[in-house]
Structures are given as structure tokens and as C-alpha cells.
């Protein structure tokens, strides 16, 4: 697809510039402030190329043979014989051998001695006598077990005598002797034999016969044909691009107008104009936030054939300062006093009353009765613009109560009103840089009022 866009000549009161953000044919047009009174023509082609077959010169090419070569291929056979394969599995088997060791036991024996005993006066000597005193000893006993020697620690009793003295009491008397005996701990120990046993590895082996198989390999060699492409002139078919025909022509003749820009307003603004199909679309590219192009647009199309149209287009665009239509909506609601004949609140400053609407639901706080819920007519609405204590403009608006559908009359009492400011969809609708609008356009809030009078 071609696209081809055109223009009429320039004037002195803006500028126009190609625009490479639009996905149709489109113009772009830098305001700033001044009157534009212009015709500006869009055009959308689509068009398809056009082909015919031709023969063309080209190069051919045939196979000859200019010799032979050896080729050889290798395959392999199966070769297979008996081989005789020795298999172990490994096993175990119970070996025994009788070894000796030393058993010991722990026993007493008895011991007696022959003690002197005197009966006498308090008078004391020295006694002494040999008492036996044991103890155990460690030992080590080695004996040979399997070709290696096998050496563990035993406890040997060793007893010996030492003397032991006292003090005895004697007086002059007669002498007694008396035998004293006592069992004295003993161990007794003997060599003997027992058998000791273990599982030592083993394997059993045997012999099997199985069949070895391999791949043999073998070459197979053959003469075959050396083929070379050679080549020669000859002529080919060839689809070849002609020219061109245009299958959709779309035309558009926009009559722009833009009103100059009211004084003290600074206007910086792209607009760009789209041919889309078969409808021209304004659009605005980086607005500035504040001002804003309200638009009016008529557009008719004819067709001169089932594929071309024409279409003609009006376009009236004027420039307004952002509080202007959106001055109502700018502030909250404040303010809100309530009588038996009116209802008063301040809103942000109306430039343009008919561009705003108003809505209302009243509920009495101590029935919870809802007295009225509807929009509120522009005969019971009234506008005074009134000045804050910093010079800020805002309007206090009066709801005329006797020109409202209500419910139930007004009585002294606590009502709550929940209260909406809209703008007109219809003057949204007309705006250009439409991306600079809030996305809520309206203001709504809750009020507790009393009605004292």
C-alpha cells in the first residue's frame, strides 16, 4: 500500500509540519493564538502492483559424465565360535582349630596363726606381727591363633607380708595362747583347650561353554560415473512487476477555521487531523494542560465509483481556559445551609452556566424518609459569583426548595443532603486535547444540615 499526502498552500497564521504519529494520512498544525481559515486536503491510496510473464535470458545446465572413479563400500559380517569361559562365584566355608587359654577363678583360702593373749593390769606394750597383703597385678598372655600372635591383659593376684604394730594392755598375769584363722582371698588359674571356628571366603569355579559371535568387516568396491553440470544459454519464464494500480482512493477536503485565542491566554498546542478510513478524526498531541480546544465538526462523503470517495468535512475550533469548563468541578463542595425555602453551597467559579447540571438526595436524619432524589431543574437554580479572602473566585449557588418535587414539606429538622456537580457530556464530547481532562468529571459530597428557620 501507497500512501500520498497533500496540502494546500501555507499561510502566515501557522504551520504545518508532516506528523509521523498518526496510522492514516494526516496533517499537523501548531497553534498558537492566531485565526486559521484554511483548506486542507488528505489523501489515502491503496494500490497493488501489476505484474506480466516474461521470458528472460538465463543460464541452463545438463549433466555429462567426463570419466569414472572407484567407489567402495564397506559391510560387515558375522563370525561366531565356542570359547570355553571359566565362571567363579565367590562363597564361604566353616574352618576350626583348637586353641589354648588361661581360666582363672577367684577363690579363698583359709589362714590361722597363733596369737599370745595376756590378761594383765593397764600397763601397755608394743606388739607387732606380720600381716599378708594382696593385690591384683595386670599380666599379658600371648598365645599364636591363625599363624599370628594374639597377646590380652589378665589380672595376677600377688600377696606379700608386711608388720603391723600396736600398743597392747598388759598387767601382770598369766599367759594365753589361742590360734586366730581367717579366710584371705586366692585366684586359681589352668590352661585349657577349646575349639574356635570361622567363615573364611572361598569360591567355587566351573567351566561353560558359549558362543562368541563378531563383525567382520568387508569392502565392496565399484566404478562409477564422474557427472559435472555444464552450462549453456537458454531463456527462463519470469513473473516481472509493471506498474501499478490503485484498487481504494479516499479524499477528504477539511475546511479548517480556529478561532483566534482569547486575550492573556497562552495557546501552545499540536493539532493533528487524521484521515481514518473513511472519517476525519482531530486529535492533540502533548497538550498543555491549560487551555482547551472545543470543536464542531460536519462531514459529508460521496462516491464516484465503487472505489473512490469523496469527502467533505467543516471544522469550527474555538480555545477556552481550562477553568472555564472545568472551573464548577474545581473545588469541593462547601458551605452547605439549609431553609425551609433554599438550599445554599459554594462550588468553584462558573464560566458557563449551561455547561453545568446539578443533582440532589435529601433524607430527614431522624425518619430516614427521603424527601428527594432527583436532578435539581435549572429553574431553581441560581448562580452569584462571589470572591473568597485571598481574591479566589468561586459561585455560591441557591436551590430555590418551592420549585423541587419534594416527598414530604420542609420541616425544622437535621436532613442529610448528598449533592452532585456534573459537566455537560455533550461540551466533553467537543474537546480536542481531551487527555488533560480529570478522569472524574463531576463533584459529589455528604452533608449534615440542620433547618432552624
Not at 583348637?98 to 579363698?108: G, K, N, P, W
Not at 472519517?279 to 492533540?284: Q, R, Y
Not at 462516491?303 to 481550562?322: E, F, H, L, M, Y
Not at 479566589?392 to 414530604?408: M, Q, S, Y
Request: charged share 25%; glycine share 4%.
Amino acid at each position: 500500500m501507497k500512501v500520498k499526502n497533500t496540502w494546500s498552500a501555507l499561510v502566515s497564521s501557522f504551520v504545518l509540519v508532516s506528523s509521523a504519529f498518526a496510522a492514516g494520512p494526516s496533517e499537523q498544525v501548531t497553534y498558537r493564538g492566531q485565526a486559521v481559515n484554511e483548506t486542507v486536503r488528505l489523501e489515502d491510496k491503496v494500490s497493488e502492483p501489476v505484474y506480466e510473464e516474461r521470458d528472460v535470458p538465463s543460464t541452463c545446465y545438463r549433466e555429462e559424465i567426463t570419466g569414472y572413479r572407484q567407489e567402495c563400500t564397506t559391510t560387515y559380517e558375522t563370525e561366531c565360535r565356542d570359547e570355553t569361559r571359566r565362571e567363579c562365584r565367590d562363597t564361604t566355608r566353616r574352618e576350626c582349630r583348637m586353641e589354648q587359654r588361661q581360666q582363672c577363678s577367684d577363690t579363698t583360702r583359709r589362714e590361722c596363726h597363733n596369737e599370745n593373749r595376756r590378761e594383765c593390769n593397764t600397763e601397755y606394750r608394743r606388739e607387732c606381727r606380720n600381716e599378708q597383703q594382696c593385690r591384683n597385678v595386670p599380666e599379658q598372655v600371648c598365645r599364636v591363633q591363625n599363624g599370628q600372635r594374639v597377646c590380652q591383659t589378665v589380672q595376677r593376684r600377688v600377696c606379700d607380708n608386711r608388720q603391723v604394730c600396736r600398743e597392747v594392755p598388759h598387767q601382770v598375769c598369766r599367759d594365753r595362747w589361742e590360734q586366730v584363722c581367717r579366710n584371705v582371698p586366692d585366684r586359681i588359674c589352668r590352661t585349657v583347650e577349646e575349639q574356635v571356628c570361622r567363615n573364611v571366603p572361598d569360591q567355587i569355579c566351573s567351566d561353560r561353554i558359549e558362543r562368541v559371535c563378531r563383525q567382520v568387516p568387508r569392502q565392496t568396491c565399484r566404478q562409477v560415473p564422474v557427472i559435472e553440470q555444464v552450462p549453456y544459454a537458454c531463456t527462463r519464464r519470469e513473473r516481472v512487476q509493471t506498474g501499478e494500480r490503485i484498487t481504494k482512493l479516499t479524499e477528504a477536503s477539511v475546511a479548517l477555521k480556529i478561532a483566534a485565542a482569547p486575550a492573556g491566554l497562552n495557546v501552545d498546542e499540536e493539532i493533528e487531523i487524521a484521515l481514518k478510513g473513511a472519517k476525519v478524526e482531530l486529535s492533540c498531541k502533548n497538550p498543555s494542560g491549560n487551555v482547551l480546544l472545543l470543536a464542531t465538526q460536519t462531514q459529508s462523503q460521496t462516491s464516484s465509483g465503487p472505489n473512490r470517495i469523496s469527502i467533505q468535512s467543516k471544522v469550527d475550533i474555538r480555545a477556552v481556559g481550562t477553568q472555564e469548563l472545568l472551573g464548577a468541578i474545581s473545588q469541593p463542595i462547601s458551605q452547605v445551609a439549609m431553609s425551609k425555602t433554599s438550599l445554599t453551597f459554594v462550588i468553584g467559579p462558573v464560566a458557563k452556566p449551561e455547561l453545568v447540571s446539578m443533582g440532589m438526595h435529601l433524607v430527614r436524619a431522624t425518619s430516614g424518609a427521603v424527601v428527594h432524589s432527583a436532578a435539581i431543574p435549572a429553574s431553581a437554580i441560581t448562580m452569584q459569583t462571589i470572591t473568597g479572602d485571598f481574591g479566589e473566585k468561586a459561585t455560591r449557588v441557591t436551590i430555590a426548595i418551592a420549585k423541587l418535587t419534594l416527598r414530604e414539606p420542609i420541616a425544622i429538622d437535621s436532613y442529610s443532603a448528598t449533592l452532585a456537580v456534573r459537566l455537560d457530556p455533550k461540551a466533553v464530547e467537543s474537546v480536542v486535547n481531551r487527555q488533560t481532562l480529570p478522569a472524574k468529571l463531576e463533584q459529589k459530597s455528604a452533608h449534615l444540615v440542620d433547618v432552624v428557620r
